[in-house]
């Protein structure tokens, strides 16, 4: 793991502002989080409820590691994202636990935020990972439209319970392609 990382960096472009996790951020990330729509296609389908969101919250804010996605022209919590190292990659980072109020779908939200969070990571990192859910089939084409390629299986405990995860790699060459040709 690079030394110098910084796991909760301030990021911001002209729509969205990445920032550390806070524990007053406990009411407007459920907001962005309470809508059954935006766990469509999740594993975790009943993280709108507030007794199940809560400590998913603490696990959050325990991390050190999670930001905050904040629109810009609102003001308010939309989403988040953290950084993490993968137990079976010790060396590398990766970019998961994303989530973002469905009515940001779709469109260049989520591609804004991976951009802020992969130029910082690939100022310290040659690729980064995504670990996916095999049912969460809009994770998989999202990460997949990145450049992203699925490289194996395995079973990692990534929050606390050993899981099945499809672990996506993003080689800074690659991305920095798709960036040049947008």
């Known amino acids: 793991m690079s030394v110098s990382f910084d796991r909760q960096p301030w990021l911001e472009d002209a729509d969205l502002c990445l920032r550390p996790l806070e524990r007053d951020d406990l009411d407007g990330l459920y907001a962005a989080a309470s809508e059954p729509e935006t766990w469509a296609g999740h594993p975790a389908k009943d993280r709108h409820l507030h007794s199940v969101f809560l400590p998913y919250f603490e696990f959050l804010l325990a991390s050190h590691?999670?930001?905050?996605?904040?629109?810009?022209?609102?003001?308010?919590?939309?989403?988040?994202?953290?950084?993490?190292?993968?137990?079976?990659?010790?060396?590398?980072?990766?970019?998961?636990?994303?989530?973002?109020?469905?009515?940001?779908?779709?469109?260049?939200?989520?591609?804004?935020?991976?951009?802020?969070?992969?130029?910082?990571a690939f100022a310290h990192f040659d690729a980064v990972w995504f670990h996916i859910d095999p049912t969460n089939i809009r994770s998989q084409k999202a990460t997949a439209k990145l450049g992203?390629?699925?490289?194996?299986?395995?079973?990692?405990?990534?929050?606390?319970?050993?899981?099945?995860?499809?672990?996506?790699?993003?080689?800074?060459?690659?991305?920095?392609?798709r960036v040049a040709a947008r």
């Open 65 to 120: 590691s999670t930001l905050v996605v904040v629109e810009q022209a609102s003001g308010k919590i939309i989403g988040c994202s953290r950084y993490y190292t993968a137990p079976d990659r010790p060396d590398t980072i990766s970019i998961g636990f994303t989530f973002l109020r469905h009515v940001h779908w779709g469109g260049a939200v989520n591609l804004a935020l991976k951009r802020l969070m992969l130029t910082h």
């Open 148 to 177: 992203a390629a699925h490289v194996y299986d395995a079973v990692l405990d990534l929050s606390g319970a050993p899981a099945k995860w499809m672990c996506f790699r993003l080689d800074r060459t690659v991305w920095e392609d």
